[in-house]
């Protein structure tokens, strides 16, 4: 499957501050996906990432509160802006993996926590 | 109605036996099927696709109901590491977004 390097692997942020999030992919992928998993819930979509176009976002996230970049088809970054306590959960990345017949191969995660 | 809902957990079962998973998913346009593991404090893994003529992987096997909109999971001879939380994934086809149920957790004791 493929192998997707997500980093950092956890993070212990202040209130008001912002933390990229970055996913690097070892292969082309046309589309990226970026989701948040809160605690003891499951996984909700925030976005999907487009290399050359602007993100996608779904009901509920927006893109001055959720910054996503796509400068290749290898890469990209999530911001969480402005974090509040609120923001505390998991971010993954995703990718459709063609290696893994029709699944989808999620990266490692980021435990942000907002103090 | 959510949009994939599965079985509310958590299943404590004993080694040996066998488990099923249950899951309905709301949008009948929805094309691809899947069943993930998730691990505590660990990304979703992909266990299995689900398939409408069914498919078995050792002892996993999914079966897909269209006309009802279900979809199971059933392990068979469980083992203890087969604990985790075991998530149903929808894809609605509208540019590859995946639907999540809210998992049924497992805990397979000796």
């Known amino acids: 499957s493929a192998v997707i390097s997500q980093k950092p692997s956890r993070d212990i942020c202040q209130r008001g501050t912002s933390l990229t999030i970055q996913c690097q992919v070892d292969?082309?992928?046309?589309?990226m996906f970026w989701y948040r998993q809160q605690p003891g819930q499951s996984l909700t979509l925030i976005a999907t990432?487009?290399?050359?176009?602007?993100?996608?976002?779904e009901s509920g996230f927006v893109i001055d509160k959720f910054p996503i970049s796509r400068p290749n088809l290898t890469f990209s970054t999530l911001t969480v802006s402005n974090m509040s306590p609120e923001d505390s959960s998991i971010y993954l990345c995703?990718?459709?993996?063609?290696?893994?017949?029709?699944?989808?191969?999620f990266g490692s995660g980021t435990r942000l926590t907002v103090v | 109605r959510k949009e994939v809902e599965q079985d509310p957990g958590p299943f404590n079962v004993p080694e040996g036996a066998t488990v099923a998973f249950n899951c309905t998913y709301s949008?009948?346009?929805?094309?691809?099927f899947f069943w993930y593991r998730q691990d505590c404090r660990k990304e979703p893994k992909l266990l299995m696709s689900v398939y409408s003529s069914g498919n078995e992987d050792g002892r996993f096997t999914a079966q897909l109901n269209r006309a009802s909109q279900y979809i199971s999971l059933l392990i068979r001879d469980s083992k203890l590491s087969d604990s985790a939380t075991y998530l149903c994934v929808v894809n609605d086809n509208q540019g590859g977004k995946l639907i999540f149920g809210q998992g049924t957790e497992l805990s397979v004791k000796p």
């Open positions: 990432a487009n290399q050359g176009s602007e993100a996608t976002y």
């Open positions: 995703s990718v459709e993996d063609r290696r893994a017949g029709d699944g989808y191969t």
């Open positions: 292969s082309q992928v046309t589309m």
């Open positions: 949008n009948s346009a929805s094309q691809s």
